[in-house]
């Protein structure tokens, strides 16, 4: 907000609990990358793929859907 960007149109993308941790923090949306043992019970809500391929696939998906949502508002 500081430098005007809406961290809320952001996609933070990574395969750590810390990553995670930082899209909450900045209002970015997380998508984990599976990796066994790598987050437990605070993946619930958090998209989740198997490879970075993927994980770009439901980001373009997400954004599409957002774009017509923002679209169909006064």
């Given at each position: 907000?500081?430098?005007g960007?809406?961290?809320s149109a952001?996609?933070?993308?990574?395969?750590?609990?810390?990553?995670?941790e930082?899209?909450?923090?900045i209002?970015?949306?997380?998508?984990?990358?599976?990796r066994p043992?790598s987050?437990?019970?605070d993946?619930?809500?958090?998209a989740?793929?198997d490879?970075l391929w993927?994980a770009a696939g439901?980001i373009?998906?997400?954004?599409?859907?957002a774009?017509?949502g923002?679209e169909?508002q006064?």
């Amino acid at each position: 907000a500081e430098l005007g960007v809406d961290p809320s149109a952001f996609y933070d993308v990574g395969d750590q609990k810390t990553d995670v941790e930082l899209a909450r923090r900045i209002g970015a949306t997380p998508v984990f990358i599976r990796r066994p043992a790598s987050l437990t019970d605070d993946a619930r809500g958090i998209a989740a793929a198997d490879d970075l391929w993927e994980a770009a696939g439901w980001i373009i998906e997400h954004a599409k859907q957002a774009a017509r949502g923002a679209e169909s508002q006064p």
